[in-house]
């Protein structure tokens, strides 16, 4: 149901906003009118080493697909991020990291960050580190996943960085596909007092896939904790960076080099590497940041992402360090000693603009109002929302009781693929409705479609598709361009498909409904039906397994999953916790099923398709919605598997 409610823009908050309502729709207008006119402009907020002359070069023409922004420019990643803003504000924090123990807390500068990045820098160069190199990060969220992460983009190399809580299964397929002959890790990360580990991990994945290239693993002390050395492989940072010399000429990138490489998951296969590049996802990325945070200088600005995720990439990392902001870098969990945590770091550091995730702010709700006793978080001016669509209650729990009812929320629709936030209101010129991501942002073209590509007008309900590039955008998959035209631009000729359904009101405001394709967001990570099933059939015992997401209370969405065994095997309680063990072991945690249903059959088409809308229906508990059932090669397996659901 749509809520009606709105929560105008305040007079106060228009005050003190960069962009109000007026120069929102001036500026937008002026984006699609003239693309290479307002890009040209916004271009130049970052600094280029050669200036481009050419801006825009798109075309979503299925037969000629070609995206290319800014392409006669080079630049730096790492001299945006950092020596461009050593005069002005080289003393400025940086970075604030905030350990997992709340004693544990310490500011970083400009100047101190670009010295660090500068020798690591240094460090990649000696150990044979090139321009265009793949380098694997396997860290936790600590300052020197930071530094590495710029001393790649200083030499020109490309940072895939792989999740710490995937498993050695998940981070060896990583390496192996993106060809990486280097792994940066950590002896062991720190997650609410727990011990994460994450050089442990590394030996086992590059043990186990006998596929890659690795010749060197580079080890951070993070806990000190014993772990197991390979002579002539394994290398210390301390020791490393112990006689680098902080010098460290930046390399020439052009616009369209690549940035990073970052693992999504898709509706099918393997995860794929989603390849940025240089110039357009800087540009773009500094842009959002400043605008839908509506970031003044001097703010102190806390993303709780990691930097395994998309949002930490351009919201921790590259968005706010171009704009010169102090960005705070949290190790740790919302709960953790306990659930005023969030508050605390908030007071501590007189945090003014805090992102978030529903699935966060959900959990924070189910504690209830007192997990913010003892706090003000008077600081906060702006906040913000990522990874799945906020449910109105949540929106407004968030607003009343961790904003004081004073602060705007932003609730940010985007995707790993589109580098940065492509719908969201901007503080000062977006009237907000709880649960709606509102409108697109300067560039972007949303529109609805139905099944069969047909242009939806005026108030409807569709496929979430954009009309024309922005340059955020990613470019290609890693190693793989076909499979990223197939996948993005090949269900609606000339345009980008999202994946997602959303819904725009009479207003024109857009509501992402959630993904229509068979990828799942557990609590804000995206995961492939695709994954869950191949992980659960490798298990011995699995004849055939089908995955789907339910309505979940805290995690937005649960993984529920239909099993099948192989004749013979016994179906029972402990059968179930070890096959959730084994996808923990395959994937990783956050792959765990919710819920196992054991299955006689599976709902299938004559041609052997599985019925997933069938399997969502009844994982659902929406029994009477099931739609046709008359296609399917056996339809008595659905009763069979209603019984079996409601006998449980
Ligand atoms: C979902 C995360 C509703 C959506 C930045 C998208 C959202 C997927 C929102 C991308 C939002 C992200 N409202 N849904 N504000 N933000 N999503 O690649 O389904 O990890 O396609 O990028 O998350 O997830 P990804």
């Known amino acids: 149901?749509?809520?009606?409610?709105?929560?105008?823009?305040?007079?106060?908050?228009?005050?003190?906003?960069?962009?109000?309502?007026?120069?929102?729709?001036?500026?937008?207008?002026?984006?699609?009118?003239?693309?290479?006119?307002?890009?040209?402009?916004?271009?130049?907020?970052?600094?280029?080493?050669?200036?481009?002359?050419?801006?825009?070069?798109?075309?979503?023409?299925?037969?000629?697909?070609?995206?290319?922004?800014?392409?006669?420019?080079?630049?730096?990643?790492?001299?945006?991020?950092?020596?461009?803003?050593?005069?002005?504000?080289?003393?400025?924090?940086?970075?604030?990291?905030?350990?997992?123990?709340?004693?544990?807390?310490?500011?970083?500068?400009?100047?101190?960050l670009h010295d660090q990045v500068c020798k690591f820098a240094n460090v990649l160069k000696s150990q044979g580190v090139k321009k265009g190199d793949v380098v694997t990060i396997y860290m936790p969220m600590i300052v020197e996943t930071a530094v590495v992460m710029l001393a790649c983009t200083r030499v020109g190399a490309i940072h895939s960085v792989v999740f710490g809580g995937f498993s050695p299964e998940a981070l060896g397929s990583r390496v192996v596909n993106g060809k990486s002959n280097i792994v940066i890790t950590a002896d062991e990360g720190l997650r609410a007092g727990r011990k994460i580990p994450l050089k442990k991990n590394v030996d086992a994945a590059l043990k186990n896939d006998d596929r890659h290239t690795v010749k060197t693993v580079i080890v951070v002390t993070r806990t000190g904790g014993d772990v197991a050395w390979t002579e002539g492989r394994d290398q210390r940072y301390e020791d490393l960076m112990t006689n680098a010399s902080a010098d460290c000429k930046p390399e020439p990138m052009n616009a369209e080099d690549p940035l990073f490489m970052l693992y999504t998951s898709g509706s099918t296969g393997e995860p794929k590497g989603?390849?940025?590049?240089?110039?357009?996802?800087?540009?773009?990325?500094?842009?959002?940041?400043?605008?839908?945070?509506?970031?003044?200088?001097?703010?102190?600005?806390?993303?709780?992402?990691?930097?395994?995720?998309?949002?930490?990439?351009?919201?921790?990392?590259?968005?706010?360090?171009?704009?010169?902001?102090?960005?705070?870098?949290?190790?740790?969990?919302?709960?953790?000693?306990?659930?005023?945590?969030?508050?605390?770091?908030?007071?501590?550091?007189?945090?003014?603009?805090?992102?978030?995730?529903?699935?966060?702010?959900?959990?924070?709700?189910?504690?209830?109002?007192?997990?913010?006793?003892?706090t003000n978080r008077s600081s906060l001016r702006i906040l913000g929302s990522v990874g799945e669509p906020i449910n109105p209650e949540a929106w407004k729990w968030y607003h009343r009781v961790i904003g004081n009812g004073e602060c705007p929320i932003v609730d940010t629709w985007w995707q790993t693929e589109t580098g940065g936030i492509l719908i969201s209101p901007l503080p000062g010129a977006t009237d907000l409705k709880p649960g709606s991501a509102t409108v697109p942002f300067f560039g972007v073209q949303p529109a609805l479609v139905d099944a069969e590509g047909t242009l939806l007008e005026g108030e409807a309900e569709g496929n979430l598709v954009?009309?024309?590039?922005?340059?955020?955008?990613?470019?290609?998959?890693?190693?793989?361009?076909?499979?990223?035209?197939?996948?993005?631009?090949?269900?609606?000729?000339?345009?980008?498909?999202?994946?997602?359904?959303?819904?725009?009101?009479?207003?024109?405001?857009?509501?992402?409904?959630?993904?229509?394709?068979?990828?799942?967001?557990?609590?804000?990570?995206?995961?492939?039906?695709?994954?869950?099933?191949?992980?659960?059939?490798?298990?011995?015992?699995?004849?055939?397994?089908?995955?789907?997401?339910?309505?979940?209370?805290?995690?937005?969405?649960?993984?529920?999953?239909?099993?099948?065994?192989?004749?013979?095997?016994?179906?029972?309680?402990?059968?179930?916790?070890?096959?959730?063990?084994?996808?923990?072991?395959?994937?990783?945690?956050?792959?765990?099923?919710?819920?196992?249903?054991?299955?006689?059959?599976?709902?299938?088409?004559?041609?052997?398709?599985?019925?997933?809308?069938?399997?969502?229906?009844?994982?659902?508990?929406?029994?009477?919605?099931?739609?046709?059932?008359?296609?399917?090669?056996?339809?008595s397996v659905v009763d069979d598997l209603i019984n079996s659901r409601q006998s449980k």
């Not at 968005?319 to 501590?348: C, H, I, W």
């Not at 992980?535 to 969405?557: C, L, N, R």
């Not at 013979?568 to 063990?581: A, C, F, H, I, R």
């Open 466 to 635: 954009i009309m024309d590039s922005w340059p955020g955008q990613m470019r290609t998959i890693y190693g793989d361009h076909e499979r990223f035209i197939q996948t993005y631009f090949s269900a609606y000729k000339g345009m980008y498909f999202t994946g997602d359904g959303a819904r725009r009101d009479a207003d024109g405001d857009y509501w992402i409904t959630g993904r229509v394709d068979d990828v799942l967001n557990v609590s804000g990570h995206r995961l492939g039906t695709a994954e869950v099933e191949s992980a659960m059939v490798s298990h011995p015992k699995v004849a055939e397994a089908a995955v789907v997401g339910y309505p979940h209370d805290i995690k937005g969405q649960g993984i529920y999953v239909y099993v099948t065994l192989m004749q013979g095997e016994e179906p029972t309680d402990e059968l179930k916790k070890e096959l959730v063990q084994w996808v923990r072991k395959e994937i990783g945690p956050i792959a765990s099923p919710d819920v196992i249903q054991w299955a006689t059959g599976l709902p299938k088409t004559r041609s052997g398709k599985i019925m997933r809308r069938i399997l969502r229906k009844i994982a659902a508990n929406e029994y009477d919605q099931l739609g046709d059932t008359s296609t399917l090669a056996d339809p």
């Open 1 to 112: 149901m749509t809520d009606k409610q709105v929560y105008p823009v305040t007079p106060e908050v228009a005050k003190h906003a960069l962009i109000n309502k007026d120069q929102y729709q001036a500026m937008y207008k002026q984006s699609i009118e003239n693309p290479d006119q307002f890009w040209a402009e916004h271009g130049k907020r970052v600094d280029w080493i050669k200036p481009f002359t050419k801006v825009k070069n798109t075309t979503y023409d299925y037969n000629a697909l070609s995206i290319k922004w800014f392409e006669d420019g080079e630049l730096n990643a790492s001299v945006n991020c950092l020596d461009r803003h050593l005069e002005s504000r080289g003393d400025q924090t940086a970075i604030i990291f905030e350990g997992d123990d709340p004693s544990d807390s310490r500011n970083v500068s400009y100047r101190e």
């Open 274 to 374: 989603v390849l940025h590049t240089t110039g357009g996802y800087l540009v773009y990325a500094s842009m959002t940041h400043q605008y839908i945070f509506d970031y003044h200088d001097g703010d102190v600005y806390w993303c709780t992402a990691d930097f395994g995720w998309v949002t930490g990439h351009s919201y921790i990392l590259y968005g706010p360090l171009v704009n010169g902001a102090t960005t705070l870098l949290f190790e740790g969990v919302p709960n953790y000693p306990d659930s005023s945590r969030m508050g605390q770091v908030v007071d501590k550091h007189q945090v003014n603009i805090l992102y978030t995730a529903p699935t966060a702010i959900r959990a924070l709700m189910a504690q209830g109002e007192s997990c913010m006793d003892g």
